[in-house]
């Protein structure tokens, strides 16, 4: 079963985004920036940026904590000129998660939640229906001698890194994955957090199978990286960098650890992929921005969402100097249902998140058992000087110390939140370079991935029925 919806949007969006319309119509100054809306041209490279969770309610918050006075402040994101919006919705749910979602848009099917890289064959979900795998984009690419790259500030393991990467059919089973992405691939560059799953158990990590992955990597010829010098003194043709046992540190916090910030690795990754003449792959993924929606922590959410764009400058600004290199710009789903302004009241009092030094999870754990030494703790870190009984009592009885201290912060910035969990709106698409007008209008988040592989020119991989990957690594899990 594959959807790939038309356009639905296509030129009614320049009715309706009267603004965008303007930009269209000066094609001069779209071509002096280097900026191609051509429907034509092959794309030899092409970058895809995932803000994980990222809506245009983050991009928009993250705009207006940018700004002074009730203005915003232009992001890289904000200077786009081809918009497009994506339906999320997955095989078996209208609210999708990250392994469907970037599943559509690595391999131009949809399917069922916690599904990697496989997707049913009937068009409306059935229980105990048969997943088959199916060609990614990223596999396209090797196919066609291209380097190809995985960046992520979550577990590299993760829902959607691993959607490019392996196949199989419950994305927990993450050693699984470190396995197919490792060793039945050949990715130039894999960065990101999750060295647990690379790991056997007596060694730290959370592998059943006794193997150590790492050893594996150095033997396949990656150059092992572990802290952000490590990655600055790089000058492998192969890396492999895990950076976190778990997820790498929301940007917040980052500068109390060694961990290299995203837009470093998207840098250092190119520099690596850039030099194959055929041409690559690389997918960047700012996963942390889901998990701040998911807690609710406004400050950290609004700080990752910035720390993503800066990687999304990286990936323009090498756009821009390389013609064919077609960037685009999007999220798996929207997570937290984030509003700016909250409970009535018209404002946004970003003056309280720009006094935040440290995330509500790092200040939480700042709380002794009894949570009695909120007041200097909230002080030290937000700048609040004085707590409210109601907020005193807020942190106190929140389930857990970060949640509560996030409760303060966001009821006083005026930031809303509708769920700890995802949303269905349509989330953005923002592309530039070749092909990039195919993905203006509302979209399919499948097309995405048919829009990559018919711009870098490479052929469908055969789908695979075959289970061979599970069946043989089942012990691992």
Same mark, same amino acid.
């Given at each position: 079963?594959?959807?790939?919806?038309?356009?639905?949007?296509?030129?009614?969006?320049?009715?309706?985004?009267?603004?965008?319309?303007? %930009?269209?119509?000066?094609?001069?100054?779209?071509?002096?920036?280097?900026?191609?809306?051509?429907?034509?041209?092959?794309? $030899?490279?092409?970058?895809?940026? @995932?803000?994980?969770?990222?809506?245009?309610?983050?991009?928009?918050?993250? /705009?207006?904590?940018?700004?002074?006075?009730?203005?915003?402040?232009?992001?890289?994101?904000?200077?786009?000129?081809?918009?497009?919006?994506?339906?999320?919705?997955?095989?078996?749910?209208?609210?999708? +998660?990250?392994?469907?979602?970037?599943?559509?848009? *690595?391999?131009?099917?949809?399917? !069922?939640?916690?599904?990697?890289?496989?997707?049913?064959?009937?068009?409306?979900?059935?229980?105990?229906?048969?997943?088959?795998?199916?060609?990614?984009?990223?596999?396209?690419?090797?196919?066609?001698?291209?380097?190809?790259?995985?960046?992520?500030?979550?577990?590299?393991?993760? =829902?959607?890194?691993?959607?490019? =990467?392996?196949?199989?059919? +419950?994305?927990?089973?993450?050693?699984?994955?470190?396995?197919?992405?490792?060793?039945?691939?050949?990715?130039?560059?894999?960065?990101?957090?999750?060295?647990?799953? %690379?790991?056997?158990?007596?060694?730290?990590?959370?592998? &059943?199978?006794?193997?150590?992955?790492?050893?594996?990597?150095?033997?396949?010829?990656?150059?092992?990286?572990?802290?952000?010098? #490590?990655?600055?003194?790089?000058?492998?043709?192969?890396?492999?960098?895990?950076?976190? #046992?778990?997820?790498?540190?929301?940007?917040?916090?980052?500068?109390?650890?060694?961990?290299?910030?995203?837009?470093?690795?998207?840098?250092?990754?190119?520099?690596?992929?850039?030099?194959? $003449?055929?041409?690559?792959?690389?997918?960047?993924?700012?996963?942390?921005?889901?998990?701040?929606?998911?807690?609710?922590?406004?400050?950290?959410?609004?700080? #990752?969402?910035?720390?993503?764009?800066?990687?999304? /400058? @990286?990936?323009?600004? %090498?756009?821009?100097?390389?013609?064919?290199?077609?960037?685009?710009?999007?999220?798996?789903? &929207?997570?937290?249902?984030?509003?700016?302004?909250?409970?009535?009241?018209?404002?946004?009092?970003?003056?309280?998140?720009?006094?935040?030094?440290?995330?509500? &999870?790092?200040?939480?754990?700042?709380?002794?058992?009894?949570?009695?030494?909120?007041?200097?703790?909230?002080?030290?870190?937000?700048?609040?000087?004085?707590?409210?009984?109601?907020?005193?009592?807020?942190?106190?009885?929140?389930? /857990?110390?970060?949640?509560? @201290?996030?409760?303060?912060? *966001?009821?006083?910035?005026?930031?809303?939140?509708?769920?700890?969990?995802?949303?269905?709106?349509?989330?953005?698409?923002?592309?530039?370079?070749?092909?990039?007008?195919?993905? =203006?209008?509302?979209?399919?988040?499948?097309?995405?991935?048919?829009?990559? =592989?018919?711009?870098?020119?490479?052929?469908?991989?055969?789908? !695979?029925?075959?289970?061979?990957?599970?069946?043989?690594?089942?012990?691992?899990?």
């Amino acid at each position: 079963m594959k959807k790939s919806f038309k356009l639905i949007g296509g030129v009614a969006l320049a009715g309706v985004l009267t603004a965008t319309a303007i %930009f269209y119509s000066d094609v001069t100054e779209a071509k002096k920036n280097g900026d191609h809306r051509s429907n034509q041209g092959v794309a $030899k490279n092409v970058i895809l940026l @995932v803000g994980d969770g990222m809506g245009q309610n983050q991009i928009s918050a993250a /705009s207006y904590f940018k700004g002074e006075g009730y203005g915003a402040n232009d992001l890289t994101m904000s200077e786009f000129k081809n918009i497009g919006f994506a339906r999320t919705f997955s095989h078996d749910n209208v609210v999708t +998660d990250s392994a469907a979602a970037a599943t559509a848009f *690595s391999a131009s099917h949809k399917t !069922d939640n916690g599904v990697l890289g496989k997707a049913p064959r009937q068009e409306e979900h059935s229980e105990n229906e048969k997943h088959f795998n199916v060609g990614t984009v990223l596999e396209k690419a090797e196919k066609a001698g291209k380097a190809t790259g995985l960046v992520s500030t979550a577990r590299i393991t993760h =829902a959607t890194p691993a959607a490019f =990467a392996s196949h199989i059919d +419950d994305r927990n089973k993450e050693n699984i994955i470190a396995k197919q992405m490792l060793l039945d691939h050949d990715i130039e560059v894999l960065l990101g957090g999750g060295k647990r799953h %690379f790991l056997p158990k007596d060694q730290g990590g959370r592998r &059943e199978d006794g193997k150590n992955l790492m050893e594996a990597a150095e033997k396949k010829g990656y150059e092992v990286l572990g802290n952000k010098d #490590d990655l600055e003194d790089a000058d492998s043709g192969k890396l492999l960098g895990l950076f976190n #046992d778990s997820h790498m540190t929301y940007e917040l916090d980052r500068e109390l650890t060694e961990e290299p910030n995203l837009a470093a690795m998207t840098e250092k990754a190119l520099d690596v992929v850039e030099d194959d $003449k055929e041409g690559f792959f690389l997918m960047v993924e700012g996963g942390r921005i889901d998990h701040a929606g998911h807690a609710n922590y406004p400050a950290a959410n609004i700080h #990752d969402t910035l720390a993503f764009d800066d990687a999304v /400058s @990286v990936a323009k600004e %090498f756009a821009k100097e390389n013609k064919n290199t077609l960037v685009i710009v999007t999220a798996d789903h &929207e997570t937290g249902g984030m509003s700016i302004g909250a409970k009535g009241t018209y404002g946004f009092n970003k003056g309280v998140l720009h006094d935040v030094k440290r995330t509500s &999870e790092y200040i939480g754990n700042q709380l002794n058992y009894e949570r009695t030494n909120s007041k200097d703790v909230i002080t030290k870190y937000t700048g609040i000087k004085e707590l409210t009984q109601e907020e005193i009592k807020t942190i106190k009885n929140a389930k /857990s110390a970060g949640s509560g @201290v996030a409760d303060v912060i *966001s009821n006083r910035a005026l930031i809303g939140w509708t769920t700890t969990g995802h949303t269905a709106v349509n989330v953005p698409v923002l592309a530039y370079g070749p092909q990039s007008s195919k993905l =203006a209008g509302t979209i399919d988040n499948t097309v995405i991935a048919d829009v990559i =592989a018919n711009a870098m020119k490479v052929k469908d991989n055969d789908d !695979d029925e075959d289970d061979e990957f599970e069946k043989e690594d089942e012990e691992d899990e």
